[in-house]
């Protein structure tokens, strides 16, 4: 139990110490959100900067002020409290709680539905590629997830986007739903709805699987080769157990094992990383939030969508050591020892 | 003299002759380490030869004349949607690409390296807070905090882009080092060295670093590749400022400005900076598979 609070702490603070970072960097931006949606205000009303700036102070009082320590403390008390703030630029006032969560479910239906489609699919070719390791299909297929694993996800997105949205048509180029869709769930057509969420979704999701299924599927492989050479495995064939339950029961349950904790922290860095898939897509996620916030020097919206992204990571990590814990008996009689 | 030469003879076999026999007998690393020669001889000497990529030069959107029959040398890769030649720009572009990547990939082996050892090594406190920052620093996203950071340091230095990629690259490295030195730490040669009491420099770099070099050159190699795509993509977001010629700022411009993705007619002009960053990661990739082979102390004296 012990190894549970002190890893409980250690978590927390991590997580302290990277907001605290993030604040700090933050903080250095050259400008600051006023003087953005003062730029705003000049390009939409055509006035002069003067006038721009006194009505960007008007709509914006909430700014903060007095000195980084001041900022500092005022913020991280409200945020422990729930309070995030309020949004600058992004529709001038909302709390950044309902914007974000607003974008989150978006971003989460994209990266969990990639993650569980490449990690699924990957895990399975890779543990048959195990099998037949050495084969002239291994081989070819060792090179083709080499390269799919280091491209970047943009490439794959903007050609994805260019052949099947823009040349075939087959997919919509931008957003998370049509309009129609909308007026359709209004009237009560929910799986109207629901088809065209998916419709909108396919392609994004599409470039994270075929950027991420390689390298779960060379990780597998690389895991099923070594327990294949375990003695267990020599035995267990020994005492006659049918070579399907060999697999699943003896091979799979082993080889995943390792693969476990990166899945556990693929969910909050693809969080990180669908900045560049939702800008190519105009797909309304965390990631594009994100990504205006940063344009606009909006920091509370800033510091909450980071904030937010840190606090998944760690939690991922600390829940993919907790039950590492439960799924592997060895961990588990170690940990109740120490 | 002949001492001296006789070094040189030793240093040329050791550097040049036994990696160039393990890179021949290696196909998928000698098409990878062809594909590598070629883009630094490119970014070295291209700008030289090639014209400047001047806009409004040429007519806007010509096909690329590679493909036409029959193939010519006039626009290899066609014109943009400024009118400048294509090719003429990948190859500017190639030197600062080449620049940030290898500059950040250095760095981030280095300091990955020097973390890593130290932690393992000298443990207790230091090695708690040495991982305690790797942990924090690893759960910041990367992406958003480059771009952030990109509007503070706000530089077209490709050193110091290469420095700025590296910030949180190095964590990944730095863990499995720490991780391996605690392995090596307990070996009967390391042990042995600790007891004819040799001193710590000899044990890190005599007794240690040899048996992770493989382990580093490719931690290196996959840094670069990492590099690429980081510093291609704050351009093609439009985040640094666009001052020199990259491939991302050919993306940005291509995808943002120009919606050169959208057509046929226009693909061209979006396939060719795809095209050079693929091939630079393939190449890397391909000679990456060699790597192994070029520490592996037996396969070296096999061959020699």
């Keep these: 139990m012990r190894w549970i609070y002190k890893r409980l702490i250690i978590a927390f603070l991590t997580i302290y110490f990277a907001m605290t970072f993030t604040f700090i960097v933050i903080k250095a931006m050259p400008g600051d959100p006023i003087q953005a949606l003062a730029q705003q205000f000049v390009r939409q009303y055509y006035m002069s900067y003067e006038e721009a700036l006194a009505m960007a102070r008007s709509v914006a009082p909430f700014v903060p002020n007095g000195s980084l320590l001041q900022q500092y403390v005022s913020y991280m008390a409200k945020f422990f409290r729930g309070d995030l703030g309020v949004s600058i630029s992004v529709s001038t006032g909302t709390p950044v709680t309902k914007i974000l969560a607003d974008a989150i479910p978006w971003t989460v239906l994209v990266v969990a539905t990639a993650l569980v489609i490449s990690f699924g699919l990957g895990t399975l070719i890779g543990m048959a590629m195990a099998y037949k390791h050495g084969s002239r299909l291994d081989s070819g297929l060792l090179i083709f997830f080499s390269i799919l694993r280091s491209m970047p996800e943009y490439i794959v997105a903007i050609i994805l986007l260019s052949i099947f949205g823009f040349q075939l048509g087959w997919f919509p180029v931008r957003g998370r739903y049509d309009y129609q869709a909308l007026e359709a769930l209004h009237q009560g057509h929910v799986l109207q709805f629901i088809a065209n969420v998916l419709w909108h979704a396919t392609l994004p999701i599409l470039a994270w699987v075929i950027t991420h299924i390689g390298g779960w599927a060379l990780g597998m492989r690389g895991s099923t080769i070594s327990v294949l050479g375990e003695d267990y495995i020599g035995y267990a064939k020994a005492r006659g157990i049918p070579e399907r339950r060999i697999i699943t029961r003896y091979v799979g349950r082993n080889a995943i094992l390792p693969l476990f904790t990166s899945f556990m922290l693929s969910i909050g860095f693809m969080f990180g990383g669908s900045i560049i898939i939702e800008y190519i897509f105009s797909y309304q996620g965390i990631g594009l939030i994100l990504y205006q916030a940063i344009e606009n020097r909006d920091w509370f919206l800033m510091l909450g969508a980071f904030n937010l992204i840190i606090i998944a990571v760690v939690i991922g990590a600390l829940l993919a050591d907790l039950l590492y814990g439960f799924l592997d008996p060895r961990v588990r009689r170690g940990a109740q020892t120490v | ?304």
Excluded: C
Aim: proline share 6%; no cysteine; hydrophobic share 50%.
């Design chain 2, 1 to 304: 003299m002949s001492y001296r030469r006789q070094t040189l003879r030793y240093l040329i076999h050791d550097w040049v002759i036994v990696p160039g026999k393990i890179i021949l007998r290696n196909k998928k690393a000698l098409v990878g380490f062809i594909i590598v020669l070629g883009y630094i001889v490119m970014a070295a000497i291209g700008p030289e030869v090639t014209p400047y990529p001047q806009t409004y030069k040429y007519p806007r959107y010509i096909k690329p004349t590679l493909l036409k029959w029959p193939p010519s040398l006039e626009h290899p890769l066609g014109t943009d949607y400024f009118g400048a030649d294509i090719w003429d720009e990948i190859v500017w572009g190639s030197r600062t690409v080449l620049i940030i990547a290898f500059t950040a990939g250095i760095i981030t082996t280095l300091i990955g390296i020097s973390v890593g050892m130290i932690a393992g090594f000298v443990g207790g406190r230091l090695d708690a807070v040495l991982m305690g920052i790797t942990d924090i620093l690893m759960t910041i996203p990367g992406l958003p905090l480059l771009i952030v950071l990109a509007t503070i340091i706000r530089t077209s230095s490709p050193f110091v882009i290469g420095l700025m990629l590296s910030i949180n690259a190095w964590t990944g490295l730095a863990r499995s080092i720490r991780s391996a030195v605690l392995a090596l730490k307990h070996t009967e040669f390391v042990e042995a060295a600790q007891a004819l009491g040799l001193p710590m420099w000899h044990i890190v770099f005599r007794e240690i670093m040899p048996n992770l070099m493989s382990f580093i050159a490719v931690n290196f190699i996959f840094a670069t590749i990492g590099a690429i795509y980081g510093s291609v993509g704050l351009y093609f977001l439009g985040i640094l400022p666009f001052t020199a010629f990259n491939w991302g700022i050919m993306l940005n411009m291509a995808y943002a400005q120009a919606g050169a993705h959208q057509s046929l007619e226009t693909i061209h002009y979006i396939l060719a900076p795809i095209g050079a960053i693929v091939g630079l990661q393939l190449g890397l990739l391909l000679f990456s598979y060699a790597v192994d082979e070029l520490f592996n102390p037996r396969i070296r004296t096999e061959i020699s």
